[in-house]
Structures are given as structure tokens and as C-alpha cells.
């Protein structure tokens, strides 16, 4: 070190050295010139050590460290006024700022160790976990205050301080020579302040925020100074190059020290949710050797404590973005200035100078275009500056390039982020011709980028993974990167590539995936993937290199990079990334880059190497069977169930050809001559069959039949649902039938008797014309026995109803896939048995059609809310996954209807749905409707056509018909008879009974094909292949789709489907095949005639049966065996026929039956009522608990009254509510250390005092303020009042905190934790209710306070408050609100504490505390609700059914009658209890949501709890009303009667009664309002008195106290009261019902009905009583015979 120095001879002189070299053992060299007078000197040189001012090694980074650095400092150094006069004061002080800086600069302090152990430092990231995890440090006040207060190490600190004096002293001399002082121009001082300048830069570490800015503004004024070069005609080349490296130098480290180190480390997080998902990604990638499992802070609260650090950070970084700014523009400046100087000095070139850094070319622009300019780091070439210099450009411009890099992002001021993902310098680039500055719009740059490592990875695929990856993942930082992959094989290997898959939302698969790309050899086995196909997709992303065959055994070199090429531009203050196309060149560690567009001349790149590491945890994916069980459990039960039945289902159809038979009368004679066919319809409703003994009269133009019956001596019961034909023969032929008359005796048994026709078709075999009898009516006693129906000629229109009825019959048994498998329709050729195998092959063919478009979401965990076997009911399907609208398709077995039922829309992707909310949303929509129309048209194509061309082939190949006779011959000794039904024996009774009726029928079992087109027999070989083939191919393809999938994937998918199977089935469907048959019949006014049978054939049958055809002989054998069989009919099987009945019989049989029905009815209604009261009494209890008592007493005992604490009641001022939420509150719902004083682990801690509920969320208090206002008083004038709060009317203004007006400083939203109380919120942004208090009613919005989740944070967010008073004049309501979970009792408990402060003063407290359960499923408990909850669902749909039947049938009849309006009102009130119950259990899950998505948030419960009350509200009215509906029961009996007729009697003096007592009582209501109302709360309102009076009229009275505050008063009007009210008005009351009473218990008397209470008695003693004899039954037979 050379020092220059002017010493006086006389004088002593001091000189301020900097510290010599440490490496040159502190040593400087001194070199003094001593002058005389005149000008004669001699100059000595001396070497001389310039050690530290202090032991540099023995400062720590501690306190001592910091007063030793500070002690050094204020040394008092000998300097007199005249020496610093000699040597010049500004001089002196910049040697002393070096020579401090000097000393300061040598500091190499330990690395600093904090209170707070940083794992994860970077950004803010603290935790409270050593290196090895799993170490406790203390709570979270503890750890917050540490990581805040201690950040930087004592020492440093001083340093800090020491600069920032330096720093002063230089502005001083800066502002006092320079700016406005003698020196301005002065080179020796500039160069000496920017050399002390860089000396302050050197260490950043030691320069804090506001020494940077002065730094920063100092830099401009003494670098534009120094740069200030007059012009003169010598040679200013060394002192233009001397000041231009001085000055750069300078603004280098000036900007250095700008950008501070850990600026690149910031992460935005926005809720805790985003915390604690940086958190887990790091600890994932970068700790995967720490747990957080035993320290004592939460996950919660650490990711809280990370949000309010990134906070402060944010604010911090702000501040020094603020700074980088001026410094950037400081820098640029400066660098500007310097390429103009160097530029206009002709023998100026920096280009190989050892000066500076800043290269500046100048040439022609041509020359500098094509060629490379490189710098420190980089290289670039101007390929757009011809473009730039316009069309007057020639080329032989001269152009000067000035280039310089910066160590630091300077330019780190943008607004989202980008700039922290900058690892390069940063290339500075000025281009200027004679006359401007010019901006190529596209230029080439190269950076210098270390190529990383790569690592080894020995391959590892499971034998099987179907897939065979290699699975890795890596964490994807910037959505504008490139991904580089560079898999490098090793050692000798014969292919040329490798394949790698990219799934976003988890490991790939060959089938799953989103990105497939191919590293090829050619290529040096290495690819980039632009970003735009990574599509937005950042934080972990999976990969996998597929190693088939041979690759397994190859190990490969592996290297991931994310890489960017980066601009930027000032205008808009953002780094571009896309505005660049990218070249990686690992072999020679740079990237190249060609950009576009540019604006500002600065660029620079983003290289990271992408952590990556082995997913072990899905390198061994499963695709064995073995898990797949539920979905191979599935088809294979399936196939067993179609095995088993089809067995079943081949006995039914054989059974059908008996069904469909026409039998003949059992009264035909013998020579009748003239044939009828008569086909009869049972209606499809419950009792409709009957066994009564059925006969008719039909009616002609030429005559009638005479009494017929309708019997063939076989079959004795006419069954629901069923269509019989008979053929019956006449003497005479009738001619056009006219008439038919029907009936039936009433014989039947039980439900048996009565009989509901649809309508009877009577076939004319001569004239072949239809007629048609349509009936559609009940046949009984309560309506009527007998029929008198007109005939409808074929052709003619069939009433509505009827042909509405008749197509609803024909689409269930014909067109219906289900209903025509069990309910198989007349003469068919189409069996049950292949209409269940076309069913089987249809659900085969739907279930891969929606496998093959099933899009899951990324694979997850989640907990079934309700699972039966493999079934699996998530939240999840509901939210994420879409549904399948797979509806059940119906066969369509006529070719005509075919193409009209097929075609539906199997599959609905609600993910793709999903995004039709967004900006586009015509264009997404349209696209959502093709994609639609796309899926519905490839599942129709794939379950149709083979489901078509099976159903055609089995329904139009021709079967061989059975020519084999049946006949029938009887041996054994029981054998009486051989077509008596009664004859035959028990084992063989069934057999032999089909063997009869075969024996008796005319038709023939399978009808002939009359026409059209049919298919040889052996066709029925190929629908059984490709039935074959349409169950196994499916089945196989559907294994495999659910090995990929996975088992929770599979399960769901197979929930879905069946689900939605189930819902065609009994749902879809019906309503389809109701609204098909609507049309139908709106359009087909006739009903279809049956054209499939041969009349010809049925007549010579019959007669070949008559004997008729045959010789003489045969014949009269036929005839005499015929006679025989007759006669051993009606001999086993009596069937007589007999009129109507009619007159008294049948008053007495309907009155008979009418009893036998009303008790049946009775019985069945009482037993259905009171099921129906279990069930609701069992969902009732299910919502309310016997605990629930207990949990109110818990919270009154530990926070309403606590033992030797503050109690709640006691609260008077805004001070006793901050002392009971401090003492008796906090301790309680935060509790911190366990009986024996240990600290309690997080996981504990989330729970209240006694370890059994679970606190859901923090706490929150809800302040309602009043406005403030002025009053005008008289003889005062005005002043500033504040009145009552009305909801219209309330404070609604945001504040700052103390009650300030805003705006608010930013440092409050960083340093405060109760910013938010301020602030009003609306009732609709925070979801709340009006809560009535003891004053007044109350909004749902206010100034919020939320508490924190931890002791420590809630504490101190109260402290805060309350310090700030946010309790004052204003305030009217402070509400507490928080919510418990109890596991042991599955129940929440949601508590509100109201605080009123009312202007009157003083203060009322009021409290609820609400038990609730909003999850009533769980356990055994759970399944029976559940269970009982589908009964219930059921019982509505059921009661629906039946009310709008009754209300067709009666129409507004209906509405007279009072017990028929209760069960509609039962209905409605059923129906909104469900409702609401689906109102709650979408607001719980909502709210649930939200705690999962962040704990921090408050957890609402008022609107859950308010639709729980009127949940339970509901549900007691419909208890209420079960239980009264027992009186409809028994409302016939006359005991029950009678009351109701009491009432009915009276009801109008009673009407009247009530009016003049409710007029009386309101008056002394009123009077003792005015009496006693401003002394006894009692009596303080209307409503008061009212309860008041009413108690003191059963007996309770309240005398007392009005008698100690109004002794005379209170005796009068007491008096009064009684005498007026009890003695007087109850007493006429009374009166009114005895006279009512009277005359109804006469009028019971003279009723001699029997009752139906007597009729069950008698009923009940028959049973136990004596039984009928021999004699008496006999009697009884006879009698029935006649």
C-alpha cells in the first residue's frame, strides 16, 4: 500500500492506514515526500505492518463480539483542527471509512447458529425440528419470537451499524464538497469516495437496508461527478479509462450489496393449506430423513408460523425491491454515461482492459452483426440490428456495443416471482449509433451453465409391472421451464432409445399417462420439453423410463434439468420467458438462445437441477387378479346367478305354453255348433284375482248364451295379472254381439273374493270379428258384483284407460329387459331364458363401453363414508368423480321399435363439465354437447348391433313344433278321477296337474309364423356363439381395465355403474315405459289383435275331443268317456253358478264383509302406524341423544362457571369480558400442560380440557357496533352520542387498528396479528345469522376476530385487542363462538356467548350451547337409521302413490274428509323433513370442507345447527301426528267418536268463549304491565305479563314480589284477577263442555251399531272359545252347496 502524504517540519502528523494484506503479513509500504519552501523535497519509503485494529479471529457472533467490534469504533482519535485543515478534512475522513472497512472486512464470523434450528431455511421455512427430526424446542410463542427477533447474530449486527455511520460520514462529504461545496469536479476526491464506496459494498452481509439506499443515491451523484470530463485538447484517454473502471467497479458492488442472498428463496403462500404443502414437498424431496411426528408444534401451526414469516418476508422483500430498483436504474445509468465517454474517445478500446469489466466494441454495423461479442460469463451476436437501424440503414453506420454483467439480479423487482428462479449473471447489453440508441428486436446469446452430475440408476422393475418403468419424480418449479432429460446407457447395449412417461397427478402407467416421449441415440440421448406441453402442471411431477426386454439389466446415467431462457422488460417489470427458444449443450456447459421481441437489452437464464429421486413408493404397481376381487367376485357371481337361473327360468317357460292355452268350457254340450274365443284380463293390481266362482251372459242380435260359466274344469283361480282364453260353444249363433253380463258369487276366501277386470275380448270364429267388453272396475261388495258392459266392435276406438292400460301391460311384458323375463307375455316365441341371456350380454357389453371411458382422478386414499361388500360410497364420487347416466336399456324385441329405445346416452364425464364455467364457456359447452353425442353414438355402436342381432335371431328362427299327443292314465288306488283337480296326489300334484290342463288345450304351445321372415333352425347355433362370445370378451377386457385401475378405483367405478342400474331400473325405466304408453295410446286408438293363432286348427281339436270326425263307434266312445269325465268332474270339483245377490242377502253379506274389512283394516293400519312410528321415532333419536345433557353441563362447568374462576354471568364491563376469556376461556379450550405439569404433545393439544372433545377450528369473537352520532340537548347543545343498535342500521365501516381510519400502514398487515378484527364483514361474506339477544336481534356480520389456533397465538391476539381498546363506546354485542367434536358420542357441540352492551350501560349475558349430530350412520346404530331412513323414503313414495290414486278417483270429494288432509299434510311435512335433512348434510360437508382445506378458518355451525332444530322440529310434528293418527283407527269406535263429537257440538260457543276470555286476560295483562312494568321484570313487557297471568292461573303465582313493591295495588289487582278469571271464565268454560258431554253420552246410548272394539273382542274369545261341532259345519256345508 502507497501512501502520499504532506508533512510540516514542525509539525507532529498522523496518518490513517488501511490494513495491510493478511497474506503479506499485514505489510504496507509508505512512501513520505518532505518539501521546503521552495519546492524542494526528498521522498522516503518505509515498510511499515497495518495490523488489525482487534483480534479478528476472536470475534464470535455473539453479544461479546458486538461490544468488542463497537468499543473499536469509538476510539478517540488525536486529530487537531489545523491538521485536518492541512490534509483536508474530507480526505481524513474517507481514509478512515477505508481504513475501518478495512479492519471490519477481515471478519470472518462462525456460522450463525439461531434459537429456531432451520431444516428448511430457505424462504422462511422454519421448524422446529433438528437436522435429525423429532426434537422439541419449545412452543409456538417461543419458537415465533425467536425466529423473528434473532435472525441475524449480535455481531453482525454491530457491523451493521458501524457501516451505517460510515455511510453518514460519506454523505457528509459528498453533500458538503461535492454537491454543494469548492471540490465539485475534483477527481481525486470522486476516485477516493468510489473506491471507499466499494470498500462499504464489499460484504453485503454487512450493509443494512437503509445503508444500501444511501449507498445507492451517493453512487449517482459522485459516479455522474467523476464522469464529468471537460473537454480539452490533450489526451484524456488514461483519465477517461481510469474513472470509467473506478466508476463501474463502484456501481458493481453497489448493486451487489442491493440484491440481498435470500431474495431467490421466496414462495407466495397464501392459506395454510399452500404452507403446509411446501413444507411436506421439501420435506419430501430434501428431509426424506425427518419426522414431525413428535415435536411438540402442530403441522398447523408450524405451516402458520410459516405463513407469517413468508409474510414479513413478502414485506421485506418488498422494501429491498424498492432498493434493487434505484439500484438498477443507478447502474444502468452509470453504464450508459461510461459507454458515451468511451465512445467519443477515438483511442479508447476496453476490450482486453484490465480497468473494468464494461466491454465496449465500436465498428461499423455490419461488422458488429455478424459478429460474436463475448463477455465475463457470456456471449452474444446482434443478428436483428440491421432490422433495428431501419431502411436508411447501410451497414456502415458506426454502432458502439457496450456489454456488462451483473453478479446479482438487480432487475428482481418483478411481481410474480420469476426473478428468484434467476442462477445466472445478468447480461446488460447498449447499443448506440452517432445519433440514437437502438434495440435489436432479435438477437443470439450463450451462457455458461455447469452441467450437473448424473446419477447412476441400476434398473429395478417388477416382474409384475405390466408397465415395466422405472418410476422417478421430481419437483417442477416454473411452469415456463424446459424439462431436459438426458438418459445415458452404460456399457454395451444394441438399441437406440428409450421411452419416458409423465403423469401430473401420479405415477404413469403404459396405459395412464399424459406425456410419452422418446430419447433418442442420434441425439445424444437427450430430449427438452418445451413447457408448453407440461400445461401449466408445477409442484411434484412423476416420471417413468420404460426398460423392456433387454433394457432391464442396462444401467443408464440419469440427469433432469429445468432450464429457461430469460428477458426482461422494464416497462412492464417481468422476466420473459417466452419470448426465447432454448438449446441445451451439455457437452460444452452452455445454453443457447434465440430471442424475439425484445425490449429491454438485459437477459439472463433459470437452470436448476431438478430434484429427482426413486418413487419406491409406486415402483412395484400391482397388476395381479388377486386384488382385483371385487370386480372379478362381480362376474363371476354374475355368471352364477344367470346359471341358477335360467334353470328356474326354463321350468317357467315351459309352465307358459300352459298359460297361454285355450281350454273349452267346462258347460259346452255336445251338439253346439257355433264357436266363440273369449279372452279375459285380470288387471295388474294387488287383490285382483280372484276364486270366487265367475259367470256371464253374452248377448247377440240373435240371442244369448243363457248363464255361463267361466270354469273349464281345471282351473279354478283367475290370478292377477293374467290373460286366460276359453273357447266356448253355442247352439244357436248369437249374431253381432251386443251385450255382455258378468258377475261373480263372492265366494272366494279373504282377499280372494273380490275380482278387477280389465276387459274380456270374444273372438267370433264364423264372422271372425273381435269385440271388445272393457271393464276396468272392482267386481265386490263394496262397489258392485255384477258388470253390464257394451260391446266395442273391432275398429272402433277403445276408451282411453283402457288402451292406456292395455300398452302399459304390453311395454312391461313385452318391451321391458326385466319386468319380461319374470313376467313372460302370451304367445311368444321369444323365451325367458333368452331374454335373460340378451340381458347378460347387453350388461356385459355397457360395462366396457363406460370402462372404456372412465377418466379417473389421480389416485388417492379416501375413506368409504358407507361400505356393503366391494361397494364403496365416497364424498369423493361426488365431487370429483362423474357418474354414468348408464340407464338401463330396454329390449326392444319388434324390429319397428328397435332403433326407437336403443339409443341413450350412456356416460357423462363431470370432469370435462367442469371447466364450462370458465371464460370460454360457449365454446367449452358446445364442445362438452359433441363430446356427448360422440360417447353416447360408440357405447350405442357397441351394445346395440349384437344385442339386436341376438334378440332377431331368437325371435325369427323357426322351432320344431311337438307333435307328441299327451294323454293321461290314472293307476293306484287315491287316483279317482282323471281331470279332478282334487283328486290328484301331494307329490305329484303339480306335474299331473299340467299334464291335465295340456290334455284339455286347444291352441298349440308355439305359435306358427303366418308370415314374413324367419331363419332356419340351426341359426339358434349362432345366437348361442355370439351370446358366447358377448360374455367373455367383455368379462376379460373388463379384468383388465380394473388391474390397471386399481382395487379403490375399481370399486368405485363398479359402485358407480351399479348404482346407476339400479336407478334405470326402478326408476328411469318405469317412467319411460308410463310415458311411452301415454303416447301410445294417445296415438293407437285400438288395441293390437292377436293374429298368431289358427282358428282352424282349435275347431277340429275340439271336435276331435267331442267325437265329431271320426266312424260311429270311435265316436260314440269319445262321447260316453267325455260324459264320464264331466260327471267325475262336477262330482270332485262342485261348481254351481248363481245370480247376483241381491236385496237383504246382499245388504247382509256387504255388511258381513264390510266388518270382516274395517277389522282387517283395523288391525293392518294400527300395525302400519305404529311401524311407521318406530321408524320416525328411530330417525328422531338417532339426531338427538340422552348425552346431550351431558355435554351442556361440560361446557357450563368449565367455561360459564368455573370453579374458582371468573364466571360468565359475572361480566359488567369490556374488562371483565377480556379477564373471563383469559382465565376461564383460553386455559380451557387450549390447554398446554397435562396434571403433572409435562408439556402436552400437538396432537393433544387439540383438544379442550379433559382430553374428550376436539376443538374444530379456533374460536372467534364478533363485535356489532352502533354508529356513532350527535345528539341536540337542550340548554347542552350538541354533543357526540351514541344511540342503540338497530341491524339497518349499524357500523359498517373498515378500520384500522385502534379504531383508525384508513388507509393502513403496511407494516400493520406484517407485525399485527389482529388486522382482520377492524375490518367489517357483511352476514352474506361470512355466512351468518341474526342471533336474537336479551336486548335486541343482532346481524350475522360485524368485526371479526378469529382466534388462532394455538394458546400462545390466541393470547396474544386478545392482548392486542384489548390494548387497542377494541371493546369501546360503540360496541353493543361481542359475541364468542367456537365448536367442539366429541368422537366417543359422534357429536358436535357448537357454543355462542352473547355479551350485550346496551346504551343504557352495564352489560347482558346470555348463552346457547348445541349438541348436535349431523353424522347419524355410524356404527350398528347407524345402519338401522340408514335403514330406517329408506323405509321412511319408501313410506312417502308409497303415501304419494296412494294419495294421488284417492285424489284421481274422489277428486275434490277427497278434501272433505279430515283424516285423508292429515295424511296430506303428513305427506308434506315427511317430505320437508327430508329436505332439510339433505340441507344439513350438505352444510356439514361444506363446512367440514373447509376446517380439512384450513384449520385456521372458524368453523360455523350456526346454519347447521339452525336447520338441525327445524330438522327435529319437523320430525316431532310427524311423531306427534302418528301418534294421533292411531284415533283414525279407531275413529269408528264410539268411544273414540264421542270425544270428537264433544268437541264438534261445542266448538262454536267455544269460538266465541275464547274471544271473550282472550279479550279479558289481554287487559290485565295491559293493566299489570302499567302497574308493576318499571319495577319487576315479570311484568316489563306484554309478553311477560301474559306468561306471568297464565302461571297464576294454574296456580303458580308471583304474588309475592308485586306485593313488596306496590302492597295496596298488588292486593286489588290480584284480587280482581282471580275472581274475573279462575272463578268466573273457567267456570262458564266448564259449563260449555258438561252440557256437550250430556248430550253426547245420550245420543251414544240410543246407537245400537256394534262397535268394531266389540267385533275384535268377539273375534279374539272365537278363538279361544268353543269350537263349532260336526253337526253345525255339516249344516253350514249344505247350505253353501245349495
Known amino acids: 500500500m502507497v501512501v502520499m502524504a504532506l508533512l510540516a517540519w514542525s509539525q507532529r502528523s498522523h496518518v490513517i492506514l488501511k490494513v495491510g494484506s493478511p497474506s503479506n503479513l499485514y505489510l504496507t509500504s509508505l512512501y513520505i515526500r518532505i518539501t521546503d519552501m521552495f519546492n524542494n523535497y526528498k521522498e522516503i519509503h518505509l515498510s511499515v505492518k497495518s495490523r488489525p485494529a482487534f483480534n479478528v479471529s476472536g470475534i464470535t457472533p455473539t453479544a461479546d463480539g458486538a461490544a468488542l467490534i463497537r468499543s473499536y469504533t469509538e476510539v478517540d482519535y488525536p486529530f487537531d483542527e489545523q491538521q485536518l485543515r492541512d490534509m483536508g478534512k474530507s480526505d481524513m475522513i474517507i481514509s478512515l471509512v477505508s481504513a475501518v472497512c478495512s479492519n471490519l472486512h477481515l471478519l470472518e464470523l462462525p456460522e450463525w447458529q439461531p434459537p429456531v434450528p432451520r431444516v428448511l431455511n430457505s424462504g422462511g421455512a422454519v421448524l422446529d425440528l433438528a437436522p435429525d427430526g423429532n426434537n422439541d424446542f419449545g412452543t409456538l410463542d417461543e419458537v415465533s419470537a425467536a425466529a423473528f427477533n434473532q435472525s441475524l447474530d449480535p455481531a453482525t449486527l454491530a457491523v451493521q451499524d458501524v457501516m451505517s455511520n460510515m455511510t453518514a460520514l460519506i454523505r457528509g462529504v459528498v453533500e458538503n464538497d461535492l454537491v454543494n ?28 437496508l437503509d445503508t444500501k439506499a444511501n449507498l445507492i443515491y451517493l453512487s449517482k451523484i459522485v459516479g455522474e461527478d467523476a464522469l464529468d470530463i471537460e473537454n480539452t485538447t490533450e489526451d484524456q484517454s488514461a483519465q477517461i479509462e481510469t474513472t470509467s473502471g473506478e466508476v463501474y467497479y463502484m456501481f458493481q458492488a453497489v448493486v451487489n450489496s442491493a440484491v440481498p442472498d435470500d431474495l431467490n428463496q421466496v414462495r407466495p403462500v397464501g392459506d395454510l393449506k399452500s404452507g403446509r404443502t411446501q413444507i411436506e414437498n421439501m420435506l419430501s424431496v430434501i428431509g426424506q430423513n425427518i419426522s414431525t411426528d413428535n415435536s411438540m408444534m402442530s403441522p398447523t401451526e408450524r405451516a402458520f408460523l410459516y405463513m407469517k414469516m413468508q409474510l414479513q418476508l413478502a414485506f421485506q422483500t418488498d422494501e429491498q425491491k424498492n432498493v434493487a430498483r434505484e439500484a438498477a436504474k443507478m447502474a444502468i445509468a452509470l453504464g450508459k454515461n461510461i459507454q458515451d465517454k468511451l465512445k467519443v474517445c477515438s483511442t479508447c478500446s476496453n476490450e482486453d482492459s484490465n480497468k473494468t469489466n464494461q466491454l465496449v466494441k465500436k465498428n461499423t454495423a455490419k461488422i458488429i452483426q455478424n ?55 445478468i447480461l446488460r447489453i447498449d447499443v448506440k449509433t452517432s445519433v440514437k440508441r437502438v434495440t435489436p428486436g432479435f438477437l443470439t446469446f450463450e451462457q455458461n451453465v455447469q452441467t450437473p452430475d448424473a446419477e447412476t440408476i441400476k434398473p429395478e422393475v417388477d416382474e409384475e409391472d405390466a408397465s415395466e418403468f422405472m418410476y422417478h419424480q ?93 428477458t426482461w422488460e422494464e416497462d412492464a417489470a417481468k422476466w420473459h420467458s417466452d419470448k426465447c427458444t432454448l438449446e441445451w449443450l451439455p457437452q460444452s456447459n452452455k445454453i443457447s438462445c434465440f430471442c424475439q421481441d425484445v425490449t429491454d437489452m438485459v437477459f439472463a437464464n433459470s437452470f436448476f437441477v431438478a430434484p429427482n429421486s426413486i418413487d419406491f413408493a409406486t415402483v412395484f404397481l400391482k397388476f395381479s387378479p388377486l386384488s382385483q376381487a371385487a370386480v372379478l367376485g362381480t362376474l363371476i357371481s354374475m355368471l352364477l346367478i344367470y346359471i341358477i337361473a335360467i334353470v328356474v327360468l326354463k321350468r317357467l317357460d315351459r309352465r307358459d305354453t300352459l298359460k297361454w292355452g285355450i281350454t273349452p268350457l267346462r258347460d259346452n254340450l255336445i251338439d253346439d255348433k257355433n264357436y266363440y274365443i273369449i279372452k279375459v284380463y285380470t288387471g295388474m293390481r294387488r287383490g285382483a284375482g280372484t276364486t270366487s266362482r265367475i259367470a256371464f251372459i253374452l248377448t247377440g242380435s240373435k240371442g244369448d248364451t243363457g248363464v255361463r260359466e267361466l270354469f273349464d274344469g281345471i282351473r279354478t283361480e283367475v290370478s292377477t295379472g293374467s290373460v286366460m282364453s276359453f273357447f266356448m260353444a253355442t247352439k244357436a249363433h248369437l249374431g253381432d254381439i251386443k251385450h255382455l253380463y258378468i258377475w261373480h258369487d263372492n265366494s272366494g276366501e279373504d282377499d280372494s273374493d273380490s275380482w278387477y277386470p280389465n276387459q274380456v275380448e270374444v273372438f267370433d270364429i264364423e264372422k271372425r270379428n273381435r269385440y271388445t267388453f272393457v271393464i276396468e272396475r272392482w267386481l265386490s261388495l263394496e262397489t258392485s258384483l255384477e258388470a253390464l258392459i257394451d260391446a266395442i266392435p273391432s275398429g272402433l276406438p277403445v276408451q282411453f284407460e283402457s288402451r292406456f292400460f292395455y300398452q302399459t301391460r304390453d311395454r312391461l311384458s313385452e318391451s321391458h329387459m326385466w319386468v319380461s323375463i319374470l313376467y313372460r307375455p302370451q304367445i311368444s316365441s321369444f323365451t325367458r331364458v333368452q331374454r335373460s341371456s340378451c340381458a347378460l350380454v347387453y350388461i356385459f357389453l355397457t360395462m366396457i363401453s363406460n370402462a372404456m371411458f372412465f377418466n379417473p382422478e389421480p389416485e388417492y386414499q379416501s375413506p368409504p363414508l358407507i361400505q356393503v361388500g366391494p361397494l364403496r360410497f365416497t364424498a369423493k364420487q361426488n365431487d370429483t368423480e362423474f357418474g354414468y347416466s348408464v340407464t338401463s336399456l330396454k329390449f326392444i324385441f319388434e324390429t319397428t321399435e328397435a332403433n326407437l329405445h336403443f339409443f341413450k346416452i350412456c356416460f357423462r364425464e363431470q370432469a370435462f363439465f367442469r371447466y364450462c364455467v370458465i371464460d370460454k364457456v360457449y365454446c367449452l359447452c358446445y364442445t362438452f354437447i359433441i363430446l356427448q353425442i360422440y360417447i353416447s353414438l360408440v357405447c350405442a355402436l357397441m351394445t346395440t348391433p349384437v344385442t339386436m342381432i341376438l334378440i332377431f335371431i331368437f325371435k325369427r328362427t323357426k322351432c320344431k313344433q311337438s307333435t307328441e299327443k299327451t294323454s293321461y292314465s290314472c293307476t293306484g288306488s287315491k287316483c279317482m278321477c282323471p281331470y279332478g283337480a282334487l283328486c290328484l296326489r301331494k307329490s305329484d300334484k303339480s306335474e299331473k296337474y299340467e299334464v291335465m290342463l295340456k290334455s284339455r288345450m286347444l291352441s298349440s304351445a308355439i305359435p306358427d309364423f303366418n308370415g314374413g321372415l324367419y331363419l332356419p333352425g340351426w341359426f339358434m347355433y349362432v345366437a348361442w356363439f355370439l351370446f358366447f362370445l358377448g360374455t367373455m370378451v367383455p368379462a376379460l377386457f373388463i379384468l383388465l381395465y380394473s388391474m390397471e385401475w386399481g382395487k379403490q378405483k375399481s370399486e368405485e367405478w363398479l359402485t358407480t355403474f351399479f348404482m346407476s342400474l339400479l336407478e334405470s331400473m326402478f326408476f328411469v325405466d318405469p317412467i319411460m315405459v308410463i310415458c311411452l304408453a301415454f303416447i301410445l295410446a294417445l296415438l293407437i286408438r285400438t288395441n293390437k289383435a292377436d293374429t298368431n293363432v289358427d282358428t282352424a286348427i282349435i275347431v277340429s281339436r275340439y271336435k276331435e275331443m267331442m267325437g265329431d270326425g271320426g266312424d260311429a263307434i270311435s265316436s260314440s266312445i269319445k262321447v260316453l268317456k267325455s260324459i264320464q269325465e264331466d260327471h267325475m268332474s262336477y262330482m270332485t270339483t262342485p261348481r254351481t253358478v248363481d245370480l247376483p245377490l241381491e236385496g237383504s242377502d246382499l245388504e247382509q253379506a256387504a255388511n258381513k264383509h264390510r266388518q270382516h274389512v274395517q277389522l282387517m283394516t283395523t288391525i293392518k293400519d294400527t300395525l302400519f302406524n305404529l311401524f311407521f312410528m318406530l321408524i320416525i321415532l328411530t330417525i328422531c333419536f338417532s339426531n338427538r341423544d340422552s348425552r346431550s345433557y351431558l355435554h351442556y353441563t361440560e361446557t357450563v362447568n368449565t367455561i360459564v362457571e368455573p370453579l374458582k374462576m371468573p364466571h360468565f354471568h359475572s361480566i359488567s364491563t369490556p374488562g371483565d369480558l377480556f379477564v373471563w376469556l383469559d382465565t376461564s376461556v383460553i386455559p380451557s379450550l387450549f390447554p398446554e400442560f397435562d396434571m403433572n405439569g409435562a408439556p402436552l404433545h400437538w396432537t393433544v393439544k387439540q383438544f379442550t380440557t379433559g382430553y374428550v372433545n376436539l376443538r374444530l377450528g379456533p374460536p372467534r369473537l364478533r363485535q356489532l357496533r352502533t354508529k356513532k352520532g350527535t345528539c341536540d340537548i337542550p340548554y347542552i347543545g350538541k354533543v357526540s352520542c351514541y344511540g342503540e343498535y338497530t341491524i339497518l342500521d349499524e357500523e359498517e365501516k373498515n378500520y384500522c387498528i385502534g379504531w383508525q381510519t384508513t388507509p393502513c400502514p403496511k407494516l400493520h398487515y406484517v407485525y399485527n396479528v389482529s388486522v382482520d378484527a377492524w375490518t367489517f364483514k357483511s352476514a352474506f361474506e361470512v355466512w351468518g345469522l341474526h342471533i336474537p339477544g336479551e336486548y335486541t336481534t343482532y346481524g350475522g356480520g360485524g368485526y371479526i376476530a378469529t382466534l388462532d389456533v394455538g394458546r400462545d397465538n390466541s393470547v396474544a391476539i386478545l392482548n392486542e385487542l384489548f390494548k387497542n381498546l377494541w371493546i369501546d363506546r360503540q360496541t353493543r354485542a361481542v359475541m364468542f363462538e367456537f365448536t367442539l367434536y366429541n368422537g366417543a358420542t359422534n357429536m358436535f357441540i357448537y357454543n355462542v356467548f352473547l355479551v350485550e352492551f346496551p346504551e343504557t350501560g352495564g352489560a347482558f349475558t346470555s348463552f346457547s350451547i348445541y349438541p348436535i349430530r349431523v353424522y347419524t350412520h355410524q356404527g350398528a346404530s347407524g345402519t338401522l337409521t340408514l335403514i330406517c331412513e329408506i323405509a321412511f323414503a319408501i313410506y312417502l313414495i308409497v303415501l304419494l302413490i296412494k294419495i294421488c290414486i284417492r285424489i284421481y278417483q274422489q277428486r275434490c270429494g277427497y278434501f272433505k274428509q279430515f283424516w285423508q288432509v292429515y295424511e296430506i299434510v303428513m305427506l308434506v311435512t315427511g317430505v320437508t323433513s327430508i329436505v332439510i335433512y339433505a340441507i344439513r348434510l350438505v352444510l356439514t360437508a361444506v363446512t367440514i370442507d373447509k376446517f380439512k382445506t384450513d384449520r385456521r378458518q372458524f368453523v360455523d355451525f350456526s346454519h347447521i345447527v339452525l336447520w338441525d332444530q327445524v330438522l327435529v322440529s319437523f320430525l316431532a310434528i310427524l311423531v306427534f301426528m302418528a301418534t294421533l293418527r292411531i284415533l283414525e283407527v279407531f275413529a269408528t269406535t264410539k268411544k273414540v267418536g264421542a270425544v270428537v263429537k264433544v268437541f264438534q257440538d261445542c266448538g262454536k260457543d267455544l269460538f266465541w268463549y275464547g274471544i271473550t276470555f282472550l279479550y279479558i286476560f289481554m287487559g290485565f295483562c295491559f293493566l299489570g304491565m302499567l302497574l308493576f312494568g318499571s319495577e319487576l321484570f315479570s311484568y316489563s313487557t306484554v309478553y311477560q305479563c301474559m306468561g306471568t297471568l297464565f302461571t297464576s292461573m294454574i296456580g303458580k303465582s308471583k304474588f309475592t314480589e308485586i306485593n313488596e313493591t306496590q302492597p295496596i295495588l298488588a292486593k286489588v289487582y290480584f284480587m280482581f284477577y282471580i275472581l274475573t278469571v279462575v272463578f268466573f271464565v273457567l267456570t262458564i268454560f266448564l259449563s260449555i263442555l258438561g252440557a256437550s258431554i250430556d248430550k253426547v253420552v245420550h245420543d251414544i246410548r240410543e246407537d245400537t251399531r256394534e262397535d268394531i272394539i266389540e267385533i275384535m273382542m268377539n273375534k279374539i274369545k272365537s278363538l279361544f272359545g268353543k269350537p263349532t261341532t260336526t253337526k253345525e259345519k255339516a249344516n253350514m256345508d249344505t247350505k253353501q252347496i245349495i
Open 181 to 208: 461545496g469548492t471540490r465539485k469536479g475534483d477527481k481525486l476526491l470522486t476516485s477516493l469516495i468510489s473506491n471507499a464506496f466499494t470498500n462499504l459494498a464489499a460484504k453485503p452481509q454487512f450493509i443494512n
Open 371 to 425: 459478429d460474436v461479442i463475448p463477455t465475463n460469463t457470456s456471449s452474444f451476436r446482434l443478428d436483428g440490428l440491421h432490422t433495428a437501424l431501419g431502411s436508411m440503414g447501410t451497414g456502415d453506420e458506426l454502432v458502439s456495443v457496450s456489454a456488462y454483467e451483473f453478479n446479482e439480479n438487480v432487475f428482481m423487482y418483478d411481481e410474480d416471482g420469476t426473478s428468484s428462479f434467476v442462477t445466472s449473471n
Open 474 to 566: 421430481f419437483i417442477y418449479q416454473k411452469a415456463t421451464d424446459f424439462v431436459c432429460i438426458i438418459a445415458l446407457p452404460l456399457g454395451g447395449n444394441n438399441f437406440t432409445d428409450y421411452l419416458v412417461y409423465i403423469k401430473f397427478g401420479g405415477p404413469p402407467s403404459i396405459i395412464d399417462y399424459n406425456l410419452k416421449w422418446t430419447i433418442h441415440q442420434d441425439k445424444n440421448w437427450q430430449i427438452c420439453i418445451p413447457p408448453q406441453q407440461m400445461k401449466g402442471n408445477t409442484g411434484l411431477i412423476h416420471l417413468a423410463v420404460r426398460l423392456s426386454e433387454n433394457k432391464k439389466e442396462i444401467s443408464y446415467n440419469f440427469t433432469l434439468i429445468t432450464v429457461a431462457c430469460l
